[in-house]
């Protein structure tokens, strides 16, 4: 029963009704461990929680106040975008929260704004990165979301103000962007953003 998937819906409640961040971050850690990998169980675990609407119960987490809910939800979307399904459904509806909560950009007096852990960012970029793979619609939602600049700005940094690991997830996500090679024209009209691109593209 640990890992079948009518264990879904009881971790969902807890998603859904409490508001315990240890208990939201154990809830969405679990489901984060069940939907992991490429076994038989994960893929129906990614499944279970598509047909019980446990996307949307994730995506509204990502909008509170608590960096460690906010990593284990966003780590746990990244594992549910291996179902393709999945992945088209948080590209369309998940984007903006999870732009939105990546540091940087003019949003000073937003929650986003506020730090957060390296692993929290780490997280998010990692999820964008996963969204965006094998699928140029979901590119085109990260570009239109704003979140070029603010990856932009978090791969400038070097250091600065994050660490190697964040650098290198943020880049990562610009580097599988500069992929698609028919959204390059959409990505030079973002300001100073080609340059950047093109020097990840080569790394």
């Not at 909008?63 to 594992?79: E, K, S």
Request: a positive charge; glycine letters at 6%.
């Amino acid at each position: 029963m640990l890992w079948h998937p009518s264990i879904v819906k009881p971790y969902l409640t807890l998603l859904s009704e409490c508001s315990n961040p240890d208990t939201l971050e154990g809830a969405a850690g679990a489901l984060q461990n069940l939907a992991a990998g490429s076994w038989k169980w994960s893929i129906y675990i990614r499944a279970a929680v598509r047909k019980e609407k446990g996307l949307p119960i994730l995506v509204e987490l990502l909008r509170i106040d608590n960096d460690r809910v906010v990593c284990a939800v966003a780590t746990a979307l990244r594992n549910m975008a291996l179902d393709v399904r999945n992945k088209e459904l948080i590209g369309k509806y998940a984007m903006r929260d999870l732009v939105h909560r990546l540091p940087g950009g003019n949003n000073c007096n937003t929650l986003s704004s506020k730090a957060m852990s390296d692993d929290t960012v780490t997280a998010i970029c990692c999820t964008l990165h996963e969204v965006i793979t094998k699928n140029m619609e979901n590119a085109k939602a990260l570009r239109d979301a704003g979140g070029i600049e603010k990856l932009v700005g978090i791969s400038k940094s070097k250091g600065d103000k994050h660490s190697p690991k964040v650098v290198k997830a943020a880049s990562q996500v610009l580097n599988s962007m500069w992929q698609y090679r028919d959204l390059r024209n959409l990505y030079k009209k973002v300001c100073y953003t080609c340059i950047i691109f093109a020097t990840h593209h080569y790394m």
